[in-house]
């Protein structure tokens, strides 16, 4: 999995996330100070999802590839600590997800 954080996104980055996720960009969006990229393979991005869902102050939202039912990146939004702490976590259980499937 690949990892990025954008803190302050600019109107354009949410605007070119509102269309990746298939909302009109006219649509009033909520300002977050920070949103998580994580892209990947459809079972780590639900997995991932999962693992940022329960993290307390974000929300998770799929961001379509070519086609609708290609999910391959994850847009975490909230505040940058809590963004900061789901990509982490993400990040921890990944790790240690790999190890265990090596013993």
Avoid: H
């Amino acid at each position: 999995m690949e990892f990025r954080i954008i803190k302050s996104p600019s109107q354009g980055t949410m605007d070119i996330l509102l269309r990746r996720r298939g909302l009109p960009s006219s649509r009033e969006v909520p300002q977050y100070d920070a949103v998580g990229l994580v892209q990947g393979r459809l079972i780590d991005m639900v997995w991932a999802a999962d693992v940022a869902e329960k993290m307390a102050g974000v929300t998770v939202e799929d961001i379509r590839g070519s086609c609708p039912q290609n999910m391959i990146l994850l847009a975490i939004y909230g505040d940058t600590a809590s963004v900061e702490d789901a990509i982490a976590e993400i990040k921890r259980r990944s790790g240690k997800a790999e190890k265990e499937r090596m013993l």
